[in-house]
């Protein structure tokens, strides 16, 4: 699918039919003919825009002759076992003379806040300022995301101390497996930061400095901040897989004490319950032999509740 967008500086943000010199391009999941037309449109090799539609991508920055490549990987959400969880793909940014061209599997937030215009004082004639928002604006994602994944550890946290079934620490892994994909994209986007900072490859003029490093300390944070969670969650994890077992001896302590009380009467009952000869079977001829019987294997059941208690078994 593609879509235009064209705004002037401190001026709406709107969409467009036809191209014009100063738009951005959004290009998300293409066919062959749209890569063909933006190719040709703005000089694009083929493999630059096919980048970013392999999700082994790594990130970088590239500087080809009449235009610049910069691959980062930005956040997105996929369904693991029904549910829905994060993870990261490829977005090609291409800074060209003409305009500036996002290639993505995906909708991403990143593109979708864009395209709404709520990323302030986004301007797309301004190329290489879009690019150092686009690259904020997804840093600011990834800070919100690792946020609800503390709270959907805390909810995880609350509910393993009183499981016993395995689901609750299979979210918890799921919860692990998005943090790594967020912490080695993050990783990876750091040093295409560090780059854009250290060379010329991305013209930028002096009040985009500013933008771009506070970019390079939300990715920081951001870096901080799924390291510090993974920490905490891989000890957590530890700990409660721990906590579960225990949960399931107890409730195995509980029924084998159970069926040991239950056992003492049943044995009891068994033994009259042989088809046997009454002679020489105590209390068999008394009026009162079946409550006698029935009260002494009661009193026995209840003398083993009591031991156990004194153990501290129950």
């Given at each position: 699918m ?16 036809e191209?014009?010199d100063?738009?951005w ?6 066919t ?15 493999d ?10 790594r ?13 980062v ?14 993870a ?21 937030p ?27 604006r ?30 609750e ?10 943090l ?8 990876s ?11 010329t ?11 771009l ?6 990715n ?23 906590v ?7 409730i195995?302590?509980?029924?084998a ?13 068994s ?8 002679t ?10 079946f ?9 026995l059941?209840?003398?083993?509740v ?6 501290r078994?129950?």
């Open positions: 593609k879509a235009m967008f064209l705004s002037e500086q401190n001026g709406p943000f709107r969409t467009i039919d191209f014009v100063g738009a391009v959004s290009l998300i999941d293409p062959k003919a749209e890569i063909e037309e933006v190719s040709a449109e703005f000089g694009i090799e083929h630059h825009l096919h980048a970013a539609l392999d999700i082994e991508e990130s970088r920055v590239t500087a080809e002759e009449g235009y610049v490549l910069i691959l990987d930005v956040l997105t959400s996929e369904l693991r076992g029904g549910q829905s969880w994060y990261t793909i490829p977005l090609a940014i291409i800074i060209a003379p003409r305009g500036i061209v996002t290639v993505c599997l995906q909708k991403v990143v593109l979708a806040a864009a395209e709404s215009g709520r990323i302030r004082s986004l301007a797309t004639t301004l190329k290489s300022r879009f690019a150092i928002q686009l690259l904020l997804s840093a600011g994602v990834y800070l919100g995301a690792l946020k609800n994944i503390e709270k959907m550890t805390d909810d995880a946290e609350i509910n393993l101390r009183r499981s016993t079934r395995n689901r620490l299979v979210d918890m892994l799921e919860i692990q497996k998005s790594v994909y967020i912490s080695t994209s993050l990783a986007n750091q040093r295409v930061l560090d780059r854009i900072v250290r060379t490859i991305v013209k930028k003029y002096p009040e985009d400095d500013d933008l490093q506070d970019t390079i300390v939300e920081e944070q951001a870096i901080e901040m799924a390291n510090i969670y993974s920490g905490i969650l891989s000890g957590t994890m530890d700990a409660y897989a721990s579960i077992s225990n949960n399931q001896n107890a195995m302590k509980t029924l004490l159970v069926t040991i009380v239950l056992s003492i009467p049943t044995m009891i009952f033994a009259y319950g042989m088809n046997v000869e009454l020489g079977m105590p209390f068999a001829h008394s009026f009162w032999g409550l006698i019987v029935v009260g002494f294997s009661f009193l059941a209840v003398a083993a009591v031991i156990f208690i004194r153990m078994w129950f």
